[in-house]
């Protein structure tokens, strides 16, 4: 998947943009390129998201409020399979394992 970008007068991506609602673009919900996965949280996702922001609070820390200390493993399970069913659209980053 390449991904391109088109230059535009700023006065029309304005225009544009206060023409839209946000609620109504349509956001696939994953996206696939060669090195990277984004995709919605799953059920069964509390394990790896638990691992990332727990090695990641030191990093998180300074621009993350909620990232002051580590979440339980059961509430990042709970949190992935809530919002899986709630809404589905609450995104997820994983490398795919060819990035690896």
């Not at 230059?7 to 390129?33: F, K």
Request: charged letters at 15%; proline letters at 7%.
């Amino acid at each position: 998947m390449a991904l391109t970008t088109t230059t535009t007068n700023s006065a029309t991506a304005a225009a544009t943009m206060t023409d839209i609602d946000p609620l109504l673009i349509d956001v696939p919900e994953r996206l696939e390129t060669e090195r990277l996965i984004l995709r919605c949280l799953q059920p069964g996702d509390g394990a790896v998201v638990n691992a990332g922001v727990s090695s990641s609070l030191d990093a998180l820390r300074p621009f993350m409020p909620w990232a002051q200390t580590a979440p339980s493993l059961g509430f990042v399970a709970a949190y992935s399979s809530t919002t899986a069913r709630w809404s589905g659209s609450s995104s997820s980053v994983r490398r795919s394992p060819a990035a690896a």
